[in-house]
């Protein structure tokens, strides 16, 4: 059975930076992982896509600001999100990338993210 377990969001000034963390079980890990992000009354959407070999995208909403890494061999997802911006709040998950999700896949928990100005 998957597991998802996101942790690391929290309370931030603009400007600042956090670094959150996905604790993943189960044979997920072998596929394309990607961050996401639901802010109030909005969809979830993702922002940041990582191969297993680690070739990456982002929104661009994001671009140049945040960055994701894997590591393989912990099971482990990060985002390192810098720069900051009021319009970055949001609850953060993590889960495969957005063309290997459908009606039957799990959620973590997720992890709030509030950024003040």
């Known amino acids: 059975q998957v597991q998802l377990v996101e942790s690391g969001g929290g309370l931030v000034q603009a400007g600042g930076s956090l670094r959150l963390s996905c604790a993943a079980s189960?044979?997920?890990?072998?596929?394309?992982m990607a961050w996401y992000r639901q802010a109030p009354g909005k969809q979830r959407v993702w922002v940041a896509i990582?191969?297993?070999?680690?070739?990456?995208n982002y929104a661009d909403s994001v671009k140049g600001r945040f960055t994701i890494s894997r590591d393989n061999a912990k099971n482990t997802l990060y985002l390192q999100m810098n720069s900051l911006k009021p319009e970055d709040t949001a609850v953060y998950y993590c889960?495969?990338?957005?063309?290997?999700?459908?009606?039957?896949?799990?959620w973590g928990q997720g992890t709030q993210v509030t950024v003040s100005s």
């Open positions: 889960n495969k990338s957005p063309s290997l999700l459908n009606f039957r896949t799990s």
């Open positions: 189960g044979s997920i890990f072998s596929s394309t």
């Open positions: 990582i191969t297993t070999g680690g070739s990456t």
